[in-house]
């Protein structure tokens, strides 16, 4: 079965510094990965997937993330961050074969953005 | 506006009152699901439907019920709420043919409280 681990419950990072949030998956083949983000009191909003291909992916807002197979991880990064970071960040995992729509999230990592 | 509406947003209701929550798309969307949200475990997939009188099981389906008679609507039943269903539950949407470009669009969710 897959599974999504997100190491990091809570990170603190100052504004302008560069953001790094942690992401290691388990699943016998290459899945669909992705980075959502929630906001207080909102919804998820998706930030950015992999699923073939350029293994450092571009998303929205200035985030980015690199897939490395041989690490089973899909670790999200931002350069500089802004205070409108703050929010948590899910990492999800969907199969490739069947059961598409049985999305998988992480615990989630909430993100402080200090002055 | 292309969304997922979820209603209601807020809900306090008793022990053993049968309570729906409703999710309606406006995407056309094959692809619909249910999670949940607490705090340390982030999301987990209630159920899920590929289609019209298709659904199947999560990772914690026990408690809850869902139909999907139409397209747009995939309704959430709690039989008989117990406290342990406290949560914040967010209804999602998935066209089936775009599941490398789009991933999950999310509801704003609905946050239940079982007295």
């Known amino acids: 079965a897959q599974s999504v681990t997100q190491p990091d419950i809570h990170i603190t990072v100052s504004e302008g510094a560069s953001l790094e949030l942690r992401c290691n998956y388990s699943y016998g083949a290459t899945p669909y990965l992705f980075w959502y983000v929630q906001s207080p009191g909102q919804g998820l909003q998706l930030l950015l997937k992999?699923?073939?291909?350029?293994?450092l992916v571009q998303g929205i807002k200035g985030f980015e993330a690199e897939f490395k197979r041989s690490q089973s991880s899909f670790n999200l990064r931002k350069p500089s961050v802004h205070w409108s970071d703050a929010a948590e960040y899910f990492c999800?995992?969907?199969?490739?074969?069947?059961?598409?729509?049985?999305?998988?999230f992480g615990a989630g990592t909430q993100v402080v953005v200090t002055p | 506006e292309a969304q997922v509406t979820q209603n209601p947003r807020y809900l306090i209701t008793v022990t053993g009152k049968k309570l729906t929550v409703t999710c309606s798309q406006n995407?056309?969307?094959?692809?619909m699901s249910w999670y949940r949200q607490d705090p340390g475990l982030g999301l987990r997939q209630i159920y899920y439907s590929m289609n019209v009188e298709v659904t199947d099981k999560g990772d914690v389906p026990e408690g809850y019920k869902v139909s999907r008679k139409e397209k747009r609507n995939f309704p959430l039943i709690l039989e008989s709420p117990s406290p342990n269903q406290t949560s914040l539950y967010f209804c999602?949407?998935?066209?089936?043919?775009?599941?490398?470009?789009?991933?999950?669009?999310f509801g704003s969710g609905t946050r239940l409280t079982v007295v």
């Open positions: 999800a995992v969907a199969r490739t074969t069947d059961s598409w729509g049985k999305f998988q």
């Open positions: 992999y699923f073939s291909g350029d293994t």
């Open positions: 999602a949407s998935m066209p089936r043919d775009s599941l490398s470009r789009y991933g999950y669009t």
């Open positions: 995407m056309n969307h094959e692809y």
